[in-house]
């Protein structure tokens, strides 16, 4: 939830962002973004110093990424597009694409984990970061009196929330509704919008984003 340009759920911060360390679906290698990283930040006239600060990485790290000595976690990768102000696909473009073996496993502890601003909030990606910026799933957990709060999407984008276990309050524009374990809700994510535990216990459920045009 939560992006303008394309990047998670604004009411998550990139870990120390959003979490991470799979990469494309296609292998289980960190992506190589060094030479889009450079170009962009070139770009927008940049120090290393003021990406550093902006994304939560150090210099040291940036330089390394930079020049191929590094290969950033998927949680990296988030905090450098929302930093940059680009879509994450940018940062990818660059990337080798190995061939997909038949069957690819993420691990779970490698499975990448966002955390909200919300302390009580996480959001663990489930989906590639092939189709980020396009499609994107996650697991998410809200402990007791914790919310989630998004600003728009791009147009037509599309959110739906299936509640494992728990009670959740979606809010979505002047709209809202209240969701039970085994419930689904479907609302525009093209406008603000907001998750909140409404039940005593910690709540689970599985978020789907399909982005618009």
Not at 64 to 91: C, D, F, K, S, Y
Not at 99 to 112: E, F, L, Q, W
Not at 123 to 131: A, Q, V
């Amino acid at each position: 939830m939560a992006k303008s340009p394309r990047n998670p759920p604004s009411g998550a911060a990139a870990p120390a962002t959003s979490p991470m360390a799979p990469s494309p679906a296609a292998s289980t290698e960190p992506p190589r973004v060094g030479a889009a990283l450079a170009a962009l930040r070139e770009q927008q006239a940049l120090s290393l110093d003021e990406l550093s600060r902006r994304a939560g990485v150090s210099k040291s790290m940036l330089s390394q990424i930079e020049r191929a000595q590094a290969n950033p976690t998927v949680a990296v990768v988030w905090r450098l597009a929302n930093a940059l102000g680009v879509p994450l696909a940018e940062l990818l473009e660059a990337a080798p694409r190995p061939a997909p073996p038949a069957i690819s496993t993420v691990a779970a502890h490698d499975t990448p984990t966002l955390r909200g601003r919300d302390p009580g909030c996480e959001l663990r990606i489930l989906g590639p970061l092939t189709l980020a910026g396009r499609f994107e799933w996650y697991e998410l957990t809200l402990q007791p009196g914790a919310t989630l709060i998004s600003q728009a999407h791009e147009p037509g984008t599309q959110e739906h929330l299936s509640v494992l276990s728990g009670r959740i309050a979606v809010q979505a524009g002047d709209a809202d509704a209240t969701l039970a374990e085994g419930e689904t809700a479907r609302y525009a994510a093209d406008g603000p919008h907001a998750l909140r535990n409404a039940g005593p216990g910690a709540a689970r459920a599985v978020l789907v984003v399909i982005h618009g045009e």
